[in-house]
């Protein structure tokens, strides 16, 4: 299970992250607040458990996308790459050739195939 850190330092959850941590502090000032006036105590409890399904709401999504992410991961990507010497003759075919001579190396160092 994800904790809270992991998606504050996750590129695609930061945004949540921020919008879950700004619900936290609500909730904490929605207590408070309801703790200092009896008056407003059941109107603070309503909105400190919409405020906490909200939050909660929020961390599910956070764990759907670090989850996706996983998967993702584990999945093989393919790419097709050619190679084309255009316009300039000679040159342009040798150029082409050494292109495609240095992706081969390139991918042959890193492991694909």
Do not use: C
Request: charged share 35%; aromatic share 8%.
């Amino acid at each position: 299970m994800a904790t809270p850190d992991d998606f504050k330092n996750n590129h695609k959850t930061s945004y949540l992250y921020r919008e879950w941590e700004s619900l936290g502090q609500k909730i904490k000032e929605t207590k408070e607040l309801g703790e200092s006036d009896p008056g407003f105590l059941s109107v603070a409890e309503e909105e400190v458990s919409r405020l906490e399904k909200e939050q909660v709401e929020l961390f599910l999504q956070m764990e759907h996308i670090m989850s996706k992410d996983i998967e993702e991961e584990g999945e093989v990507k393919e790419a097709i790459v050619e190679i084309r010497a255009g316009a300039g003759g000679e040159e342009a075919a040798l150029f082409a050739t050494m292109l495609a001579e240095m992706y081969q190396k390139y991918a042959a160092k890193v492991g694909w195939e």
